[in-house]
C-alpha cells in the first residue's frame, strides 16, 4: 500500500484562506480512502492488474446486489398466485331475511367449504386452491363483506374461513327497510372479483337468495355485464318459514303476472355465463344440502344440477349451460 499522501487536522485553513477539501488518507492503486471513508478513482496506475482485479470483483458485486434488490422488492414478492377458482358467496340478508334463515345461509356456507368432498373437488384442481370471499347483501348499494378474499388449499385454510364467516355477518332488521337488489348483488360480487388477490382459472358469482329484485335496475343488465367481463353466475332460491313454495314462486315473478318456479325467475334474470345454473332448497332442511352440492359443482366447474320443479329439483342430475 502506497505510503500516507497527508495529513488532515480537522481544520480547512490555508495561508492564503481559501476553501479546502481534506485528502485523501492513503492510496493504493486506483483508489484513495479519505478519511469519511469515501472511495475514489485515482487515476494513476488505472492497467495495474490489482487494479484491474479490483474492478472486476467490484462490478460482480454490485451485479449480484442488483439482482438482489429486484428479486427481494415488494414487486416481485407481491405477485398473484394462481388459482383454479375466484368464488364469490353472496347471501341475502334483506328485510325479509329472519334471524334463523340468516344463520341458516351462514353456516350451510361454513360447513360446505370443509366438508372433505369439498376439499377434495379444490385438491383435484390444476392448482389444488381456490380464493373464496363471503358477502351480505341487501338494497341497491347495501353490501358488507363478511369473509375477504381468503384462498384455501387445505383444511386448516378452510375450517378459518368458516370460522370468520360464523363470527361475522350482520342481524337481519339491521336496516329494516332493506329491500332485494339482485342486481346490486351481482355489481358488488363483479367488484370483488376484479380485487381478487389471485388469479383464476375461472370466476364463478354465487348468489342466495329468497325473492326477485326490487331495488335497483334489471338483474338482467347486471348478469350481462358480469358475463362480459367471463364471470359465471349461479343462483339458489332460500326457502323462508314465512312464505309457501307457491307463494315465494309468486313473488319471484312480480312483473310477468304469472305463476313461475323460483328456479325459473333466476335462472331467467341471473344465473349466466358457462355451466350455469339455478336451483331452489324447498325446505329448510334441504337448503344445505343443495348448497353443498352447489359449491362442490362450481369448485369442478361443471354442472350437475337440473333446472327441474319437483320435490328433489336440488338433488336432481342434469347439465345446464347458458
Excluded at 334471524?99 to 370443509?114: D, F, I, K, N
Excluded at 348478469?223 to 313473488?251: C, E, F, W, Y
Excluded at 325467475?265 to 337448503?287: I, K, M, P, Q, R
Aim: aromatic letters at 6%; one cysteine or more; charged letters at 15%.
Amino acid at each position: 500500500m502506497a505510503a500516507m499522501t497527508g495529513h488532515y487536522n480537522g481544520s480547512c485553513e490555508t495561508a492564503a484562506n481559501e476553501a479546502c477539501s481534506p485528502p485523501p488518507v492513503a492510496t493504493s492503486g486506483k483508489f484513495a480512502v479519505d478519511v469519511n471513508d469515501a472511495v475514489s478513482v485515482n487515476t494513476e496506475g488505472v492497467g495495474h492488474p490489482i487494479a484491474t482485479t479490483a474492478m472486476r470483483i467490484i462490478r460482480t458485486t454490485l451485479v449480484f446486489i442488483a439482482f438482489f434488490v429486484h428479486t427481494t422488492s415488494p414487486q416481485a414478492q407481491t405477485a398473484a398466485p394462481r388459482v383454479d377458482l375466484c368464488l364469490v358467496l353472496a347471501a341475502d340478508m334483506s328485510a325479509s331475511i329472519s334471524s334463523q334463515t340468516a344463520r341458516m345461509q351462514r353456516e350451510g356456507h361454513a360447513q360446505a367449504l370443509t366438508q372433505s368432498d369439498v376439499l377434495s373437488a379444490i385438491a383435484r384442481t390444476r392448482t389444488g386452491r381456490i380464493a373464496v370471499t363471503y358477502i351480505e347483501w341487501s338494497s341497491y348499494g347495501t353490501a358488507y363483506t363478511v369473509l375477504p378474499w381468503r384462498i384455501i388449499g387445505n383444511a386448516r385454510d378452510a375450517r378459518d374461513a368458516a370460522d370468520v364467516i360464523r363470527a361475522g355477518g350482520y342481524n337481519p332488521g339491521q336496516h329494516p327497510i332493506g329491500l332485494t337488489s339482485l342486481s346490486w348483488a351481482v355489481t358488488f360480487a363483479s367488484d370483488s372479483l376484479a380485487h381478487c388477490p389471485a388469479t383464476p382459472d375461472r370466476s364463478v358469482i354465487d348468489i342466495s337468495t329468497n325473492g326477485p329484485n326490487n331495488d335497483g335496475p334489471s338483474p338482467d343488465t347486471a348478469r350481462d355485464n358480469a358475463v362480459a367481463m367471463g364471470h359465471t353466475i349461479n343462483a339458489l332460491a332460500v326457502p323462508t318459514t314465512l312464505q309457501s313454495l307457491k307463494d315465494l314462486a309468486l313473488s319471484l315473478d312480480p312483473d310477468e303476472g304469472t305463476w313461475q318456479h323460483p328456479t325459473d325467475y333466476l335462472y331467467a334474470h341471473v344465473t349466466g355465463g358457462a355451466n350455469s345454473f339455478a336451483t331452489t332448497g324447498l325446505t329448510l332442511d334441504e337448503y344445505s344440502v343443495a348448497l353443498h352440492r352447489k359449491i362442490r359443482t362450481e369448485i369442478s366447474g361443471l354442472s350437475d344440477i337440473v333446472r327441474m320443479h319437483g320435490p328433489f329439483a336440488s338433488l336432481s342430475v342434469c347439465n345446464i349451460q347458458r
